[in-house]
């Protein structure tokens, strides 16, 4: 196919293929899309007699894709990549006239601790954007991210899709978290004495902190694992419980009253809260704005005077 013959090309019809391949199902890429499902089937009856290839093959529930649609595939996702960032360039974004919807996904920590102040800070410049935030974790991020149902996340990342970037909001140290009336701080002898409670997205009862106090030979007794840091206050209050939770977090919770936060009783690692996006808005005037401002608010202050890495691949 010439380049003349790109006239006979529907753009849409790209989109759906790449919707397909990332969701496998016609009904996900239907609800995906904002389309019926009869439309993403003729969709795909096109693309079968554009490429002369079935492209996907049901197996059980999903669609699985052929040689053919995988070759394809790895040549016109960053295609697709290299038009969304030609068309954004020729945009201008004015904050306090915009109505863009931002998708964004958080993690716990940060939906509770850093969202709240970024929100009045965005909306102070732009009253008329719209946020949707969705729950995202180091295991949600990458498909969330891959399939365009954000573009934007902020949380512990590892994997990423392969043009995402990333670079390093801040790094935090753990707080203890108490609310008894008891003075002084707590000994490592104390901290392993009492009774822990633990935020987990998975319900795990262990995490990092067990890692470092097991390379000291001594073990702590998890009592109550939440999935969300809100709410961690009440649970506390009249307790002798105790939880360690990120610097930040520990700031937002102590705020409101009934808790204290101390430094605790064993040397732990800092650990790194990340800032994500989807390289082909990379270059979105939107996107860039929007960015900045989550780097202005919720990073370290050092992180201002930091460019943005390479591309990143893992």
Request: charged fraction near 25%.
């Amino acid at each position: 196919m010439n380049r003349n013959d790109l006239r006979r090309l529907d753009l849409n019809l790209l989109i759906v293929f790449e919707t397909l391949m990332h969701e496998r199902s016609v009904t996900r890429t239907a609800e995906k899309l904002f389309l019926g499902q009869p439309a993403i089937s003729a969709a795909l009856a096109r693309l079968r007699n554009l490429f002369d290839d079935p492209l996907f093959v049901r197996t059980g529930r999903n669609m699985e894709p052929t040689t053919r649609a995988l070759e394809i595939f790895a040549l016109l996702s960053p295609a697709l990549d290299s038009i969304s960032t030609a068309v954004s360039r020729a945009a201008d974004f004015a904050p306090a006239t915009s109505t863009a919807v931002f998708r964004l996904g958080l993690s716990d920590d940060v939906e509770f601790a850093l969202l709240p102040p970024l929100l009045r800070r965005l909306r102070a410049e732009a009253p008329d954007i719209t946020l949707v935030v969705r729950r995202a974790n180091y295991l949600l991020m990458p498909q969330l991210l891959a399939s365009g149902e954000i573009s934007v996340g902020v949380g512990y990342t590892e994997a990423l899709p392969a043009n995402a970037k990333r670079r390093v909001l801040r790094r935090s140290m753990p707080r203890l978290l108490r609310a008894d009336a008891i003075p002084g701080a707590l000994s490592l002898d104390d901290y392993c004495a009492r009774p822990h409670a633990l935020v987990s997205f998975a319900g795990d009862l262990c995490g990092f902190i067990d890692d470092e106090l097991a390379k000291l030979g001594r073990t702590r007794r998890v009592v109550l694992a939440v999935p969300q840091f809100n709410g961690l206050g009440t649970l506390l209050a009249g307790t002798d419980i105790v939880a360690s939770v990120p610097d930040y977090t520990a700031a937002a919770l102590t705020a409101v009253g009934g808790l204290r936060a101390e430094a605790l009783p064993l040397a732990t690692p800092a650990f790194e809260l990340h800032m994500v996006w989807r390289g082909a808005q990379d270059n979105d005037p939107a996107e860039r704005w929007l960015r900045s401002r989550i780097q202005m608010f919720c990073g370290d202050p050092d992180s201002l005077v930091r460019t943005d890495p390479p591309h990143h691949s893992d």
